[in-house]
């Protein structure tokens, strides 16, 4: 079984490389794609330092169009078996790929999301973060009966036929929304694995922000009363 792992990138000079060598390091030997969403660090020098390297495939947005679209970029790229998410900072720790991936020898499964509520020893970035993940969950629960305890985990794997069936048309944040309530509107069930986490304040760089939480709670209700047909194919759902 052969894993694809997608990291979008904006500005993430920082932690980066220490990303991507983990990724590597890891015993499944993944096949990273790197996706520069339009950074205007040194992240391209240091991509470019994997040039040649065969495990590590980049691609680029001239412009930021936010990790939506660097995710669907990534999707449109994968030929592994399985797709994982992973972000460019070291919140999530690519040790927990195994869990994850070990899943999939069911083949009955086709989602696996890693959980950070399932490890009760994973610290808490502040309460305002918390909060928002909590009611995202619940909200997401409510209105697709999912039973899942960490919606807004950055890991989510899926198959990768699956992936890129799903019509996905997010540009921001509200990947993980829009993902979500496609596959569950599917009828497919979602597993999870607890996961650690570490996570980062906004000094030290997190993005996501209040805005991106409305944002995710109107794509869950947009979603929930979409026609089933529109989430039949890629080219079903149009832009508003």
């Given at each position: 079984m052969t894993l694809d792992v997608i990291i979008p990138i904006y500005n993430e000079e920082n932690t980066l490389e220490e990303v991507i060598e983990k990724v590597l390091a890891s015993p499944l030997h993944p096949t990273i794609i790197a996706v520069d969403d339009g950074s205007s660090d040194g992240t391209r020098e240091i991509l470019e330092r994997y040039d040649g390297n065969e495990r590590v495939r980049v691609a680029s947005h001239e412009l930021n169009r936010g990790k939506g679209a660097a995710v669907r970029t990534g999707i449109s790229l994968a030929t592994g078996d399985v797709v994982l998410v992973q972000d460019a900072d070291l919140e999530y720790d690519p040790g927990d790929f195994g869990a994850i991936l070990v899943l999939f020898e069911d083949a009955d499964i086709e989602v696996v999301y890693g959980s950070r509520?399932?490890?009760s020893s994973n610290p808490i970035c502040s309460s305002m973060f918390l909060l928002g993940g909590t009611t995202l969950t619940w909200f997401t629960n409510l209105l697709y009966g999912t039973g899942i305890t960490d919606e807004p985990t950055c890991y989510k794997a899926f198959r990768r036929e699956?992936?890129?069936s799903l019509p996905l048309r997010c540009s921001r944040f509200e990947f993980c929304p829009e993902?979500?309530?496609?596959v569950a509107r599917r009828g497919i069930r979602i597993r999870e694995v607890p996961i650690s986490y570490s996570p980062?304040?906004?000094?030290?760089g997190k993005k996501i922000g209040l805005r991106d939480w409305f944002e995710a709670v109107y794509t869950l209700l947009r979603y929930r009363f979409l026609p089933a047909r529109a989430l039949a194919s890629r080219s079903a759902i149009k832009d508003d």
């Amino acid at each position: 079984m052969t894993l694809d792992v997608i990291i979008p990138i904006y500005n993430e000079e920082n932690t980066l490389e220490e990303v991507i060598e983990k990724v590597l390091a890891s015993p499944l030997h993944p096949t990273i794609i790197a996706v520069d969403d339009g950074s205007s660090d040194g992240t391209r020098e240091i991509l470019e330092r994997y040039d040649g390297n065969e495990r590590v495939r980049v691609a680029s947005h001239e412009l930021n169009r936010g990790k939506g679209a660097a995710v669907r970029t990534g999707i449109s790229l994968a030929t592994g078996d399985v797709v994982l998410v992973q972000d460019a900072d070291l919140e999530y720790d690519p040790g927990d790929f195994g869990a994850i991936l070990v899943l999939f020898e069911d083949a009955d499964i086709e989602v696996v999301y890693g959980s950070r509520r399932l490890d009760s020893s994973n610290p808490i970035c502040s309460s305002m973060f918390l909060l928002g993940g909590t009611t995202l969950t619940w909200f997401t629960n409510l209105l697709y009966g999912t039973g899942i305890t960490d919606e807004p985990t950055c890991y989510k794997a899926f198959r990768r036929e699956l992936l890129q069936s799903l019509p996905l048309r997010c540009s921001r944040f509200e990947f993980c929304p829009e993902v979500t309530a496609i596959v569950a509107r599917r009828g497919i069930r979602i597993r999870e694995v607890p996961i650690s986490y570490s996570p980062r304040s906004r000094a030290e760089g997190k993005k996501i922000g209040l805005r991106d939480w409305f944002e995710a709670v109107y794509t869950l209700l947009r979603y929930r009363f979409l026609p089933a047909r529109a989430l039949a194919s890629r080219s079903a759902i149009k832009d508003d």
